[in-house]
């Protein structure tokens, strides 16, 4: 009778979740009662099925419900490689993983073997290339880590990112030793050229730094910002880890020095101690003149910087003595160390900027904010990379702040004004930056990611000549800004979808707005500085939208005609009866919407030949010059 027994279409997903209620209460005779009127092939059916991107054995085996599982893989024939989703509590991000997979994960050990028995593939990958062996290391799921190993897992096989099980698991030395006997190579590198002694340092393990120096770990191999193990562990403070390092391995003198330099930076600014941090940079003095014979001096800039306050590093104890007179002079020492040391390229160096910036932010001194913050973005703008991430993190920062700064002076909040040459310095670049990153025609179809960040790119060199035409300067001055708009006009850069800088200058959904500040768009001050500076008034996005057109569409009546950029765009040739793909223009909007406005005062004769032309298909290819063709192709 049971093979007899239909199953609809329409049934599976309702017996499905009944499965899954089953799963969830862990009611087994529930589940068996509700199935056994069906053929295996049926149930297989029923539990092949998802609900929220999960089948009844992901489900299972998520839970560590073995018995359930058990009776899904023998009497259901469920499929033991059908993939689900796994979330990651960390940061909410999902992956499509095995059973096998999630099961070693969430250290359901009984699951494991019971997947495993029944021909699970061992060695099943995430959509991250990651295995069930390295992700249990990941949850220092040792029980699981030592099944699959004995039952054939690949420790060796590292995941996307270059991540390997011995990288996984530094956070347990017991775990670690366990790979290493097994043959886990200690000097395996990630994608980023790290160690699991990198990592391990990085969390401040030191028994597991102890064990990985133990099985000829190589403690001078550098990663991509060539940090090895000494100067990794002093950048993440850990004096022990240091200290251990020097004790244990072969350093140089300088190798020490630069550590406890460093170590001090990092107790200033991550520990706010500050009379650690001097004590680390005294005992890296002493080593500096153990020698009287052989005093080694500091390689110093031969100029000073503005961002650093105009500081300069000492040369010996005394000198240490005088420039650490207060809490803002040995925070700029700690700056100054590490672009010395680490040099302008180095994450920490320009990351070290951007949080002293910060914190001069939250009090208010604004002016020593931007300073830094130019300069971080100075540093990262040399490494000449179209769409560099760190760039784009910087200038956002620097406009948002440009824009709170100008704000709460506005309000009385505040006496400190932008400065007209900070911001057109950052303006300048910013530029160049959209130089770099214009996708060229022969290039390969950009990523949305690429195209996002282009946009905002964009977008922000459009919020600071907001700023820039605001700000109260002669008019003598307003020219180098002039010239930096031609010639980011001259670019023609486009957004997503093919925007021009005057599409998005009447676009709101750009405005940058927080609890502090806002930089409203549409703003007429910028589109009447596009204009001025050569922007085409009739340029079109991809839907052969004009940036009328879209701002009659979008706009609010006050915003286009009480602000004036209805006016702005018509008075400077923008053509509102200019057809986009579906054969609809700005002339038709402004009818519907009612607007109080005359088309004749905006139309030539010209505009009505075209569209008469267009309107009734007349051929006109042989009979006008070459001149007019595309005015009368916009016309419909």
Not at 208 to 226: I, M, P, Q, W
Request: proline share 3%; charged share 25%.
């Amino acid at each position: 009778m049971a093979s007899k027994t239909h199953l609809e279409d329409v049934d599976v997903s309702w017996y499905a979740s009944i499965v899954h209620n089953c799963i969830q209460e862990d009611k087994l005779s529930k589940l068996r009662g509700t199935l056994k009127k069906f053929s295996k092939e049926q149930r297989k059916r029923v539990v092949t099925y998802k609900i929220n991107g999960n089948a009844p054995l992901f489900m299972a085996c998520l839970q560590g419900k073995v018995h359930i599982g058990n009776y899904l893989l023998d009497e259901c024939l469920a499929d033991v490689e059908q993939k689900g989703i796994y979330e990651v509590e960390e940061d909410r991000s999902r992956h499509q993983v095995t059973p096998l997979w999630c099961a070693a994960v969430a250290n359901r050990l009984e699951v494991v073997k019971s997947l495993v028995q029944h021909g699970a593939h061992i060695n099943s990958t995430s959509d991250t290339d990651s295995t069930p062996v390295r992700s249990a290391c990941y949850m220092t799921n040792i029980s699981v880590v030592k099944y699959l190993v004995d039952h054939g897992a690949d420790i060796h096989k590292p995941n996307i990112n270059g991540g390997t099980c011995l990288i996984n698991s530094v956070q347990s030395s017991e775990l670690c030793l366990f790979l290493i006997k097994k043959g886990a190579d200690v000097n395996a590198r990630d994608n980023s050229g790290n160690l699991a002694l990198h990592y391990a340092i990085r969390e401040g393990r030191l028994e597991t730094v102890e064990l990985l120096l133990k099985h000829g770990s190589d403690y001078r191999a550098r990663n991509d910002f060539c940090d090895d193990s000494l100067q990794t562990a002093a950048l993440r403070g850990f004096g022990n880890i240091v200290d251990f390092i020097i004790e244990h391995t072969v350093q140089d003198l300088v190798s020490m020095i630069h550590a406890y330099e460093l170590l001090g930076a990092n107790y200033v600014d991550e520990k706010h101690d500050i009379a650690g941090g001097l004590a680390m940079w005294k005992k890296a003095m002493a080593l500096r003149i153990s020698d009287p014979r052989n005093i080694i001096l500091k390689a110093l800039p031969t100029t000073s910087q503005i961002a650093y306050d105009n500081a300069t590093e000492p040369q010996s104890f005394e000198e240490l003595e005088e420039k650490v007179i207060d809490p803002d002079s040995v925070y700029m020492q700690a700056l100054l160390i590490r672009e010395r040391i680490l040099g302008p390229n180095h994450k920490d160096t320009t990351f070290g900027l951007m949080y002293r910036g910060a914190v001069y932010a939250d009090t208010h001194r604004y002016q020593r904010c931007v300073d830094l913050w130019k300069y971080a973005f100075q540093l990262r703008h040399k490494k000449v990379e179209a769409l560099n991430h760190e760039c784009l993190f910087t200038v956002q920062a620097l406009v948002k702040l440009f824009w709170e700064m100008q704000l709460e002076l506005e309000s009385g909040a505040t006496d400190e004004r932008v400065r007209f040459g900070d911001a057109l310095e950052v303006f300048d670049l910013l530029i160049q930056h959209i130089r770099s990153g214009v996708p060229k025609m022969e290039d390969e179809p950009v990523s949305h990611q690429t195209a996002d960040d282009f946009q905002l790119l964009m977008q922000l060199s459009l919020h600071l000549i907001h700023l820039l035409a605001r700000l109260e300067v002669p008019p003598e001055e307003k020219l180098p800004f002039k010239r930096l708009v031609h010639e980011l006009v001259l670019q023609d850069p486009r957004g997503t979808e093919q925007e021009s800088l005057l599409h998005l200058a009447v676009d709101p959904k750009i405005s940058l707005t927080s609890e502090e500040f806002y930089s409203a768009f549409p703003a007429l001050s910028v589109v009447q500085v596009l204009i001025e500076c050569g922007a085409n008034v009739n340029a079109v996005d991809q839907r052969r939208n004009t940036a009328l057109y879209n701002s009659v569409k979008f706009l609010t009546y006050t915003e286009l005609h009480d602000e004036g950029i209805l006016y702005c765009l018509l008075n400077h040739g923008a053509h509102a009866d200019m057809c986009n793909n579906e054969g609809h223009s700005a002339l038709d909007l402004l009818k519907s919407h009612g607007y109080p406005i005359c088309p004749m005062e905006y139309l030539s004769l010209k505009c009505f030949a075209a569209r008469v032309i267009k309107k009734h298909k007349i051929p006109y290819e042989e009979e006008v010059p070459v001149t007019l063709l595309p005015f009368i192709a916009i016309h419909g």
